[in-house]
């Protein structure tokens, strides 16, 4: 499963933070392994982390997300756009 | 007016009366933030019941009445939408009803906490908030929404007043906005039995992790 890294901008990184277990149940059906990433320099940049087994999916899912996944990216202030990177 | 955006208004108050989140006279308002531009179409109409193109207005952010007739009872709560617009860059549309049960606890100062599933899989997990009353639209009950409104919680119950639900989307608002309403309503059917009982934080982590696998797995056909 190649790992992929999904980075965007949040309102507020503790918020976002905040959120970790609720992030990792959403994101579970695309992978796992997901880890959360942030700034070290304290800018409002952030990353996760997870082993993807359909990354075509994943992306699907992300440009036109369901209720679901759009009221918990709300929920977890985070600013479009999202940009993926995959491991290689 | 941009008929494009005009159409998009009307279907979305039109979805608010489909919902059945509203009140028996359809008093509300739907507002859509007009794209690159610090401007809303807002509906002026006092009902969304049978809104026709003439209902619809174009108001600058600051308030500014820029196209169209925009009567005094809708013109009072301009405010409440365009501060969600000011404070939120994400929120693409407002909703504004008197929907029945959610109303209820609005006049009852009583807060809606996460009492069906639904609240948990559309980003209300934390329940929903009540603002301080002061006369519609006002400065002061502008301030108190804004003080009331949670990071991330998209809806807001306005206490002796109603609902305002902010969203990126119409469809997502008018979606919570339902979800509210259903919320409001059973826990009013359940304070008969004992009152509601709130679901349990790592069930409601538990019940979006399900409903985002069922989600991804798509519709099935036999």
Redesign the interface.
């Known amino acids: 499963m190649p790992k992929i890294i999904i980075a965007h901008k949040v309102e507020d990184v503790d918020r976002w933070l905040g959120y970790k277990a609720e992030r990792a149940a959403v994101l579970s059906p695309f992978g796992s392994d997901v880890t959360d990433h942030v700034s070290m320099d304290g800018h409002d940049d952030v990353a996760v982390g997870l082993d993807v087994a359909d990354v075509a999916a994943l992306q699907a899912a992300v440009a036109s997300p369901s209720p679901e996944l759009a009221a918990a990216m709300q929920r977890h202030g985070v600013v479009p756009p999202l940009t993926f990177l995959i491991e290689k | 007016m941009e008929k494009d955006l005009v159409e998009r208004v009307l279907a979305a108050a039109a979805s608010v009366v489909g919902s059945g989140a509203i009140s028996a006279n359809g008093h509300g308002n739907v507002s859509l933030r007009v794209p690159g531009a610090e401007e809303m179409y807002f509906t002026s109409a006092p009902s969304l019941k049978g809104l026709g193109a003439d209902g619809i207005v174009r108001v600058g952010l600051d308030g500014t009445l820029l196209e169209g007739n925009l009567p005094p009872i809708q013109g009072a709560v301009v405010a409440m939408h365009t501060a969600m617009y000011q404070d939120h860059p994400?929120v693409g549309c407002v909703v504004h009803t008197h929907s029945p049960f959610a109303t209820a606890h609005a006049v009852a100062h009583r807060p809606i906490d996460c009492w069906i599933e639904a609240l948990a899989?559309?980003?209300?997990?934390d329940g929903i908030p009540v603002a301080d009353y002061a006369p519609r639209g006002s400065e002061q009950a502008v301030a108190n929404i804004r003080r009331a409104v949670r990071?991330?919680?998209?809806a807001v119950l306005l206490a002796n007043h109603g609902v305002l639900v902010f969203?990126?989307?119409p469809?997502?608002a008018v979606?919570?906005g339902g979800v509210v309403e259903e919320a409001a309503q059973a826990a009013i059917n359940a304070r008969t039995m004992g009152g509601p009982v709130e679901i349990p934080a790592d069930m409601r982590?538990?019940a979006?992790?399900r409903?985002?696998?069922f989600?991804?797995?798509g519709t099935k056909t036999a």
């Open positions: 994400d899989m559309f980003g209300l997990a990071p991330g919680v998209p969203h990126r989307t469809d997502l979606l919570v982590v538990a979006l992790q409903a985002m696998a989600d991804t797995a």
